[in-house]
């Protein structure tokens, strides 16, 4: 029986406003009128570059005024990224003053990536410094969240996650500042995605919804929304047809409910071995979930099963042999990379947490990837 304990949250902040349904792009150009009318005239988006002479670009109100700017998703997002990505924009002549507002439209990372431009635009410094709990003290750039895939919860989640490549540490601007102004949630922007790609991503919502089920910080609040998260999740990937354009609109809401969720504790076990393969690797990090997953029945044994059964239902394959045959040096920085995820890995497994996972036991776990 799981000891449940008080998360320590107090006061969870939610976005502000949200808009849902098909077609609620077109919304997009009347709430930035309304900023601009309210503070200065430029906007500044920030687009996933699988949109790059995409159609839905035509759907954004771009002026000659506005910055465009394509994120790079091959790789995760790094503090040096968002630094100069920042750098970057103060540098154009656009910037002698902040803009009206950021518009994020993509994954995880681009979104992401708008947070983070938003808070360091007000706050100073560089990304670095702002990794790890309430660090943010300025409220950032008004931001608007528009996700283009389901599953992250980044839409609704009070951090955006970036790795420091200097320490190997994976860990977002955790904050109420990080959370989006507004969000747009268009199921009809999900079409494209690819399908291998909806699934990985998908789980995400139900994987970070069960590692908060099973860990020991827990309050009534987030365990409902991961509840209903997890079953709209099973709903759509236990279906004949997951990318239908009902089982896109319940993915959308169980991402954005699974991002709620989070907000009031912690992930599990899952999460830092990701983490890991995502620092040493450069894995994605929702493949990377769904790759672990597969192998800590030990940890999670009936949504193990449970997410074998999904893959099954939706022929999707896993990559394997990933960590195999690494080197020494590779598996010390896994473990690294791993156990320095204190607070998902003490929720899951209590105080005895490295006893549990030593040195040995997590490096025959990677090897089992």
Request: with cysteine.
């Amino acid at each position: 029986m799981i000891n449940i304990l008080d998360t320590g949250v107090k006061r969870s902040k939610n976005v502000d406003n949200f808009i849902f349904g098909e077609g609620s792009l077109g919304e997009l150009e009347s709430l930035l009128l309304e900023q601009k009318k309210a503070r200065n005239d430029y906007v500044i988006y920030f687009v996933d570059e699988y949109f790059i002479n995409s159609e839905i670009l035509n759907s954004l109100p771009v002026s000659h005024m506005d910055q465009l700017i394509y994120v790079e998703t091959k790789h995760e997002p790094t503090t040096q990224y968002i630094d100069k990505i920042r750098d970057e924009i103060m540098q154009s002549l656009a910037t002698f003053y902040n803009p009206a507002a950021v518009v994020g439209m993509g994954g995880g990372i681009t979104m992401d990536v708008a947070k983070a431009i938003s808070n360091l635009l007000t706050n100073g410094g560089k990304a670095k410094d702002y990794q790890g709990w309430d660090l943010v003290k300025k409220p950032g750039i008004y931001k608007i969240g528009i996700p283009t895939i389901s599953g992250t919860g980044a839409e609704a989640t009070r951090t955006c996650v970036m790795t420091n490549k200097e320490n190997g540490l994976k860990l977002g601007m955790n904050s109420d500042k990080t959370v989006f102004n507004e969000v747009i949630l268009d199921p009809t922007l999900s079409k494209t995605v690819p399908r291998d790609q909806y699934f990985y991503t998908g789980m995400d919502a139900y994987i970070h919804c069960v590692e908060a089920l099973n860990g020991s910080y827990r309050n009534a609040i987030g365990d409902t929304y991961s509840k209903m998260s997890i079953d709209l999740c099973k709903e759509v990937f236990f279906d004949k047809d997951m990318m239908s354009d009902t089982n896109r609109e319940k993915l959308m809401i169980a991402s954005y409910l699974g991002g709620c969720a989070i907000a009031t504790t912690y992930v599990g076990v899952v999460h830092p071995f990701s983490a890991g393969l995502s620092v040493v690797l450069d894995t994605h990090h929702c493949i990377s979930n769904c790759i672990v997953l597969n192998v800590l029945g030990e940890f999670y044994p009936e949504q193990h099963i449970e997410f074998k059964e999904m893959l099954e239902k939706q022929n999707i394959t896993l990559p394997k042999g990933l960590c195999a045959n690494l080197t020494k040096d590779e598996y010390d920085s896994l473990y690294e990379a791993t156990i320095i995820h204190e607070k998902p890995l003490y929720n899951a497994l209590g105080k005895e947490f490295r006893e549990i996972l030593n040195k040995e036991k997590v490096i025959e776990i990677f090897k089992s990837i």
